[in-house]
């Protein structure tokens, strides 16, 4: 096909050069139209631009010809001549392009179905293999044994692998055997120590133990006897024994035994200063024949840097100032805790364990039994000596602080041990193992064990309770031994017994405190105790006041507080199965001296001064009842102790909790009843007091001369005034001594004790009409007393009322007495009485009243 230009050129050959130039034949190809930036429009007006004259382009001009399409026209045939050209070839390409597509589709399909037969062949080859291998189980029942055909090739394999492993073995063991025997030395295992690593070092103690067995059987007497010069070629002696020549097998062996054992810790050693785990578990494996190892791990824990420093300081002095030191030993200050050095020790343990044991799983094949070793050598050496120094210091200042520093001890280092089995050591962050858990458990407990060994614990306690409550008490007990059988005034009863029984007290309390050899603080700390300067132990007289002999609520919360801890120590420190019987010890002491010393000594005080005033010739003292508050509210505190905190704790042990209750419900009944007593004691004083104030009663007070002033009336009768103001007295100090219904029962029957004399009373005198009149005043003044007093329910409402009633008798005329007798029912009789003393009675009027009922 001929190109565009040419064509152009031959058609306007006979234009002038610039026409023909501007009008040849556009110059294209398929590459034109694949050019993402072709635009038609600008294709088109390119085509009309080369055919168009130039003389046309540059604007119209007068003297120009006219327009000329032909070149135009030309000018598009080519092109669309050139353009159809183009479009043949591009069919005839797309036309090749689509076979091609065919044939690589069908040829892909081919592929395709090929490829799946081959797959299919590969499964169905795999499930037969697969079949063979695991056996095949036909609907029958019977299985194909093919498939463990390969199993049993492996086993045997293997087997055959061992048998030739063994028969190597013992070649080369029977090749040193010769080689000991006839030659006297193992050069073929001194070589294979030197040069096989750890595994050679592991096989030459393994080989050489064979070789111990071997000659203890072959040469059991170690027959030996020399070859002309007296020496084995290894340097060992031997004796002459017959014509036979034989080495000393088994000294032999056990050297290279002790040799290679000094060469891998010697090594081990090395690895360990660089450090080279590796290289430290090679030789520990190789060691483990030696002793089960025992020397690796006394060679690791021995040369570790925390025993040989904590070597160097074990004579360190304990630390802590002495006001620390005092608030240990002083039972009314809260403990101090832990001593610091020790403190120190066990935080500085517990990272080195959790460090070290890392470094020993990274050492150690079998690390359990390494860092048990360590861990026992720790506690056992460390914690130990340290302990030990820290009690024997407590025991030093006394009771109590040995007792606050064991526990103090204790408690910190379960903290340690429980911290430990959380960390999990070897198998962190997992908890320990049970193995390492309960060697952690048992080197706790053994550090312990001495101090609990029987019954030394709580004896311990028992002497520490016995010590600070017969120093609280002893200015007590010394006041008390003093007081007269009967006294005569409370105060005074107290103060005066003989001098010997004061000796006495005070004697029995310095010779208890001179016989156990008590350290000289814990004296000093006891004699602050018990009110007394260190002065005053030689003295001998002890001094006391009234506020001695009083019972005191601050030391009987003491009491309480120091039993309280001693119980918290117990159950923190003492097993378990024995918290029943220590609570039981504990609270025996506790009733023994708050119960019996302290309230019912007091108690007996206060009964026998409230019995020496049933008969006094001036108004009862009655100084005692106000000690009664006290009494009860300490009384009050013992029971809340014992049935809340000390009787749940003795629940485990049935018959341990029933003989609590029996001896506390008899030493509260004990006391309960003392108290009774008491109120009993003073009802009788106060009431026969009250009767000899009534006796005070002048006959012209209930019948007044006519003449009397009746102002002087207005007022109630001096015997009233003095029984109104005692009772006024008597109803204050009760107040003051007693509460609640304790205290509504006392007033009560006081109350009626005080009606009863006053009906008693009126029955002894003849009452005028005027007379009456003083009486219901009296009587008004009674009534009024006991209505202001808190009886509360325990008296009956209108209890009182009769006494107005009575009154009303003396005033009243005939015919109201008839009509008060009809409605008096049974105590018809009781009123006839009174009625009987009005000064009137023998009248007409009166009689007829009372013959009319």
């Known amino acids: 096909m001929s190109r565009p230009g040419a064509d152009t050129a031959s058609t306007l050959s006979h234009q002038t050069s610039r026409t023909a130039a501007s009008s040849r034949g556009p110059v294209f190809s398929l590459d034109t139209f694949s050019n993402k930036d072709f635009i038609v429009k600008d294709f088109i ?45 591009l069919e005839e390409r797309e036309n090749e392009l689509s076979g091609a597509v065919r044939r690589a589709e069908a040829q892909h399909n081919q592929n395709v179905d090929s490829l799946g037969r081959k797959l299919d062949q590969a499964i169905e080859r795999f499930q037969r293999l697969d079949s063979s291998l695991n056996g095949n189980t036909y609907d029958d029942g019977i299985q194909d044994s093919g498939g463990n055909v390969a199993v049993r090739i492996g086993e045997r394999l293997e087997e055959l692998d061992r048998q030739r492993q063994r028969a190597q073995d013992a070649r080369f063991l029977i090749q040193c055997w010769q080689e000991v025997s006839e030659k006297g030395d193992l050069s073929t295992l001194e070589d294979m120590r030197r040069l096989g690593g750890g595994d050679g070092k592991v096989r030459c103690a393994h080989i050489a133990r064979q070789l111990l067995k071997i000659s203890a059987r072959l040469d059991p007497e170690g027959i030996q006897h020399t070859n002309g010069n007296g020496r084995a070629p290894n340097g060992v002696k031997r004796r002459p024994i ?4 034989r080495y000393p097998t088994k000294e032999i062996i056990e050297k290279f035994l002790e040799n290679l054992e000094q060469d891998l810790l010697q090594q081990f050693d090395e690895f360990y200063r660089r450090p080279n785990y590796e290289g430290m578990k090679d030789c520990a494996v190789a060691l483990r024949d030696f002793n089960d190892g025992a020397s690796v791990m006394a060679t690791y824990v021995n040369q570790h840097s925390f025993f040989i420093d904590r070597n160097q300081l074990i004579t360190e002095e304990l630390t802590g100032d002495a006001e620390t030191w005092d608030r240990l030993q002083d039972p009314d200050a809260e403990p101090p805790g832990v001593e610091p050095s020790l403190q120190s020790l066990v935080g500085e343990v517990r990272i080195v364990v959790q460090e070290e044991s890392a470094i020993i799983k990274r050492a150690f094949p079998y690390y359990d ?53 959380s960390h999990g050591l070897t198998e962190h962050p997992e908890p320990v193992t049970s193995q390492i858990a309960a060697t952690l458990d048992q080197q706790l407990e053994d550090l312990f064990v001495p101090y609990f060994v029987g ?13 600070l409550y017969s120093s609280l008490l002893l200015k007590f007990t010394i006041y008390h031994s003093r007081r007269r059988k009967m006294p005569t005034t409370y105060f005074a009863s107290l103060a005066q017994r003989g001098k010997e029984l004061a000796a006495s007290a005070r004697d029995a309390y310095m010779d208890r405190l001179d016989s156990t050899d008590l350290p000289a603080t814990q004296k000093a700390m006891l004699l602050r105790i018990a009110g007394l300067k260190e002065d005053q132990s030689e003295k001998k007289d ?11 609520l601050s030391n009987a919360k003491r ?40 309230l019912e000594t007091a108690l007996d005080a206060a009964s026998d001064h409230a019995a020496s005033q049933e008969n006094a010739k001036n108004p009862p003292d009655l100084t005692h009842l106000p000690a009664l508050h006290t009494s009860i509210t300490i009384l009050h505190l013992l029971q809340q102790t014992t049935s809340t905190i000390l009787l749940p704790l003795a629940t485990p042990n049935l018959t341990i909790r029933r003989e609590i209750e029996k001896s506390t419900t008899n030493t509260l009944s004990t006391l309960e009843s003392k108290i009774s007593n008491i109120i009993n004691l003073t009802l009788t004083a106060t009431l026969n007091w009250v009767s000899k104030c009534l006796a005070q009663q002048k006959k012209t007070d209930f019948r007044p001369k006519d003449d009397t002033d009746l102002t002087l009336l207005a007022s109630e009768t001096p015997a009233c005034q003095a029984v109104t103001q005692f009772l006024t007295r008597v109803a204050s100090q009760s107040t003051a001594a007693l509460d609640g219904r304790n205290l509504s029962i006392f007033l009560s029957e006081l109350a009626r004790g005080l009606r009863s004399l006053v009906l008693e ?22 009534v009024e007393l006991v209505r202001g007093w808190p009886t509360g329910e325990e008296l009956e409402a209108g209890a009182m009322d009769i006494l107005v009633e009575v009154a009303n008798l003396f005033v009243i005329g005939p015919e109201a007495l008839r009509e008060r007798l ?20 023998g009248s007409v009027g009166v009689q007829a009243a009372l013959s009319a009922v």
């Open 369 to 421: 039994e390494v860092l048990i070793r360590f861990l026992q050598r720790i506690f056992q050496q460390s914690i130990q000596q340290r302990l030990e120094m820290v009690l024997d210091k407590a025991n030093e200042l006394s009771s109590l602080a040995f007792l606050r520093s064991l526990q103090a001890a204790r408690s910190y280092i379960a903290a340690l041990v429980d911290d430990l089995k």
């Open 542 to 552: 002890i001094e006391v006041t009234d506020e001695d002999g009083k019972l005191s």
């Open 45 to 89: 007006e390119s085509l009309s631009d080369s055919a168009v004259p130039v003389s046309r382009r540059s604007g119209p001009s007068s003297g120009q010809q006219a327009f000329d399409p032909k070149p135009l026209i030309r000018t598009f045939e080519h092109a669309l001549s050139r353009l159809n050209t183009l479009s043949e070839e």
């Open 455 to 467: 019954s030394s614990y709580i004896e311990r306690e028992k002497k520490n309770l016995e010590e």
């Open 761 to 782: 009373h009126l029955r002894k005198f003849s009452i005028s009409l005027t007379g009456g009149l003083v009486v219901s005043k009296d009587m008004t003044k009674y």
């Open 242 to 245: 017959g014509s036979q020549a």
């Open 559 to 598: 009491m309480l507080k120091w039993l309280a801890e001693g119980v918290g120590r117990g159950l923190e420190l003492s097993p378990g199965n024995e918290t029943p019987k220590d609570v039981q010890n504990l609270l025996n002491l506790l009733l023994t001296h708050m119960g019996e010393i302290y």
């Open 822 to 841: 009809r409605g008096a029912g049974s105590e018809v009789q009781e009123l006839k009485a009174y009625i009987l003393k009005r000064e009137d009675s």
